[in-house]
C-alpha cells in the first residue's frame, strides 16, 4: 500500500508556503512564478491570481507527486514523521534529491537505505540556494528536522522560525 504525507506533514509544507493569491518571485534568481501555498512553475505567470480553494488543489496535486517519488524511492524502515519530513523536502527542492545518482553515500543513498542518522545529518545541510545560505532556509530546515524528531507541525514550524 503506498504512503501517504499524513495531515501534520501537510500542515508542516502549508505552514512555510503560506498562502499568497498572486504570482510572485520569491528570490531575483528564480526562473518560475510561485503562487498559492509553493506552486511554482512555467505554468505561472506574472501577475496571475487564484483562490485559496484552487490553491489547495494545487498543493495537493503538487505534493502528491512527491510522496508517489518518495514512496517509491525510500526505504519503509522510515516513521511517518520522518517520511512526512523526507516528502516537505522533496516538495521544497524537487525530487531529484532522492533519485540514484551516481555520488555516493549521499542523500538518495541514505534513504533508500532507510539510514535514519544520514538522513538527517544530511538533510541538515538544504539551507542553500545557489549556493549561498539563505534564512529562510536554514529556518525551514530547522523545522523540518524537527518534523523529522516527531514534533507536531506547529511546534516544528515554532523553532524553525525562532532560527536567526
Known amino acids: 500500500m503506498m504512503r501517504q504525507i499524513s495531515d501534520n506533514g501537510l500542515l508542516f509544507t ?16 528564480e526562473k518560475y512564478y510561485t503562487i498559492g501555498w509553493g506552486h511554482y512553475g512555467a505554468d505561472v505567470k506574472q501577475g496571475q491570481q487564484i483562490t485559496k480553494q484552487a ?20 526505504s519503509q524502515s522510515f516513521n511517518q514523521s520522518q517520511f512526512d519530513a523526507i516528502c516537505d ?16 553515500n549521499d542523500f ?11 538522513t538527517r545529518r544530511i538533510m541538515a545541510q538544504f539551507i542553500n540556494q545557489n549556493g549561498k545560505p539563505l534564512l ?15 514534533k507536531s507541525a506547529i511546534e516544528a514550524e515554532s523553532i524553525g522560525r525562532a532560527v536567526r
Open 108 to 118: 538518495d543513498d541514505a534513504v533508500r537505505n532507510g539510514d535514519v542518522i544520514n
Open 55 to 74: 490553491a489547495i488543489e494545487l498543493l495537493k496535486f503538487d505534493m502528491a507527486k512527491a510522496v508517489k517519488k518518495a514512496d517509491a524511492l525510500v
Open 136 to 150: 529562510g532556509l536554514r529556518r525551514r530546515t530547522a523545522g523540518r528536522l524537527a518534523l523529522f524528531d516527531g
Open 89 to 104: 523536502l522533496c516538495f521544497n527542492v524537487g525530487t531529484g534529491v532522492i533519485e540514484k545518482d551516481a555520488t555516493l
Open 14 to 29: 502549508s505552514l512555510w508556503e503560506k498562502f499568497i493569491p498572486v504570482a510572485y518571485k520569491a528570490t531575483h534568481s
